[in-house]
């Protein structure tokens, strides 16, 4: 007896070392029906417009870095879905603390809207919008550079899947407690909790969907063997710690203001009793 035709052999062996565990493991897609023919038809898919497109800013930039010789071993420098992708990047969360910032200082967003909390629905909408643009870019400039074999290692690939799933956990245990409200700078409306939140996955980090989502796209690079996904994986790291040293302090002040303003009216309210 033995395993069906075009179907992979999981029979556990006492000799089995990593290269030959990898190996079998690497092959169970094989053994599911049709998950190679949907593995290519996924790959094969057309890619949007919008992620392909030549414009201006990152044409002249790639010229510019080419006469400049700008070069790394590990990845071209110079392609535009490279340098398209790293501009998003740091657009995302600049645009939307701007934004933000407008919003706190004078209620444009509310005004437009009439109403706070369809102006930070809209919000919302937008930042959940333009970030879905910057992970097709970063998914296109991986897919457009060249892979590395040093991510070949079983190790290596289980070490991705862990970095993904904790990202994972912390952005899905992050909005669990935070709403979308919480989430998607309520509180520039106005639109607070009772008290700062405290509990986990804040207890591990102070910004757990920014880490969070740090760590699904650094795992994401790592299963797709990407050298340049791990370098793009990395400056998003860099930019959500930048705007939540902003975002932070923010937070912080509003939610002191609240403390105060709650405090200075029970006082009120005892002096009248």
Known sequence: SGPRPGTADLTPARTMDFDTAYDTFSRIPESIPYAAEATRYYKELPVPWIVTFSDPVTSHLSAALKRAAVSTPYFDITAPSFLRAFIVILLCPTIWNILGRIEYNTKALTTIFRNRYVGCYALALWIFSFSLYRDALF???IQ???RSAFFDAMWVQGLGV???AMGGILVLTSYMRLGIAGTYLGDYFGILFEERITGFPFTVTDDPMYDGASMV?????ILERSPVGVFLAGWV???F???AIFEGS???RIYAEKTNTSSTAKKNKKKNE
């Not at 796209?217 to 690079?221: N, S, V």
């Open 139 to 141: 998914a296109y400039a």
């Open 144 to 146: 457009q550079q060249p």
């Open 162 to 164: 862990a970095i993904m």
């Open 217 to 221: 796209f650094m795992g994401k690079a």
């Open 237 to 239: 790291y860099a930019v």
């Open 241 to 243: 710690r930048v705007a």
């Open 250 to 252: 923010f937070t912080t």
